[in-house]
Nanobody, 123 residues
Framework: QVQLVESGGGLVQAGGSVRLSCAAS????????MGWFRQAPGTQREFVGG???????YYGHSAKGRFTISRDNAKSTVLLQMNSLKPEDTAVYYC?????????????????WGQGTQVTVSA
């Protein structure tokens, strides 16, 4: 059974940093694209970024220049480092996994999801 468990969320001031972690089990993440999405109340789930099995990272518009995704296949872990946070980054952040060699960015393209972790950025 595939499980993705996010951790590291919390309350941070604007301009601060947070690092989210996603621990994967029940799958060999080296065979998966791993990604991060976020969802604020009343909005659709938004693509934050992804990282291919080969380690190529790609990002959504809101993340470029501020967020960094990395992976450690040996530890079955994916990290999302978020810097220069803004109040509009407040959302529940979700880890996702997809067995593909492409670069999926739409939520419907991902098969496996974590439960999410809340990140709140205060002004």
């Amino acid at each position: 059974q595939v499980q993705l468990v996010e951790s590291g969320g919390g309350l941070v001031q604007a301009g601060g940093s947070v690092r989210l972690s996603c621990a994967a089990s029940g799958l060999t993440i080296s065979n998966y694209v791993m990604g991060w999405f976020r969802q604020a109340p009343g909005t659709q789930r938004e693509f934050v970024g992804g990282i291919t099995s080969g380690g190529t990272a790609y990002y959504g518009h809101s993340a470029k220049g501020r967020f960094t995704i990395s992976r450690d296949n040996a530890k079955s872990t994916v990290l999302l480092q978020m810097n220069s946070l803004k109040p509009e980054d407040t959302a529940v952040y979700y880890c996702a996994a997809e067995p593909t060699f492409s670069f999926p960015t739409t939520a419907a393209d991902w098969d496996y999801w974590g439960q999410g972790t809340q990140v709140t950025v205060s002004a």
